[in-house]
């Protein structure tokens, strides 16, 4: 016979998570949001196929043109074009790729390593701790954009590069958050259980910790795509980012800074695309935390 599943009988971990998602669907602006944000990536996914222009297809002929309903718009332009006749629509879209693709990969490998540093930190306690701790502390020392700009003033400007460099502090914000977790159910009594039964540590951190502090790291990992985003444009603001002709919110908002009064959509249009990713996800992060965070229920 088939098992059917059966709510009485799912476990308690099952059950936990679809009270909060139901808790998190009852928030209508965190779910616009969440609906917002989905539309970005769906944007950046299907790029090739949204985009009415080439990117990176100049012609100085219909330089710094504005949008399409002030006058000496055309409307195959709908938000103008930059100083290089390059449609900024076309651009934005292509622009979300790199901020939503850094944003991703950055707070995923920075959160994974996060995890293993603080279950190590919180479990083993000892020297790994205050190894871990010490190195926590000296790099929250420095400010994270000096410091991003210090490294890629070494590396070297890329893609590749500004994910290392952001990577290379992000792992200490989920770290923390995973160490103090850790420690506070290190010692409650199905952890007492498994190491009375000769589980290895390796098993108890992964098999029996872990799971309970991913709801807290899902929160923080998407509190920390909006903040890595801002960080991505402005590195490529500053020209460290990645590197022209490829689209970049932030060095398209640079590019039209010289035009600002007379092409004032140069710099506009990007910088509020920015706005709005960052919003909706700061938005939809506030929910998730509403609806997952115990010590926000009642």
């Not at 195959?76 to 944003?103: M, T």
């Not at 991003?148 to 923390?176: C, D, F, H, T």
């Not at 460290?240 to 590019?255: E, F, I, K, N, R």
Request: net charge neutral; glycine share 8%; aromatic share 10%.
């Amino acid at each position: 016979m088939s098992a059917v599943s059966d709510p009485a009988t799912a476990s308690p971990a099952a059950s936990l998570f679809r009270r909060n998602l139901a808790t998190f669907a009852e928030n209508r602006l965190a779910v616009a949001s969440a609906v917002i944000l989905l539309g970005f990536v769906v944007m950046a996914a299907f790029a090739p196929w949204i985009a009415p222009q080439d990117p990176n297809e100049t012609d100085l002929f219909r330089r710094l043109q504005p949008p399409a309903w002030m006058p000496g718009g055309e409307w195959a332009y709908l938000l103008g074009c930059d100083a290089l006749g390059r449609d900024i629509f076309s651009r934005i879209i292509y622009g979300a790729r790199i901020s939503i693709f850094i944003g991703t990969v950055v707070v995923a490998v920075a959160t994974v390593i996060g995890i293993l540093a603080g279950l190590a930190a919180g479990y083993l306690r000892g020297w790994v701790d205050t190894l871990i701790s010490r190195l926590i502390d000296i790099l929250l020392g420095f400010p994270y954009l000096i410091f991003a700009i210090g490294l890629m003033a070494m590396m070297g400007p890329g893609l590749v590069n500004i994910i290392l460099a952001l990577v290379y502090k992000e792992w200490v914000i989920p770290a923390r958050v995973v160490r103090g977790e850790t420690l506070a159910v290190r010692e409650l009594e199905y952890v007492e259980a498994a190491r009375a039964l000769g589980a290895s540590r390796f098993h108890i951190m992964i098999r029996e910790i872990m799971p309970n502090v991913l709801s807290a790291v899902l929160v923080v990992a998407t509190i920390r795509m909006a903040d890595v985003i801002i960080l991505e444009a402005s590195l490529s603001f500053l020209g460290l980012g990645v590197q022209p002709p490829t689209a970049s919110w932030g060095s398209m908002v640079a590019d039209g800074r010289a035009f600002i009064l007379e092409a004032w959509w140069v710099s506009t249009f990007p910088g509020l695309a920015i706005l709005t990713l960052v919003l909706v996800i700061n938005v939809a992060s506030q929910g998730l935390r509403d609806a997952f965070d115990p010590r926000f229920h009642e």
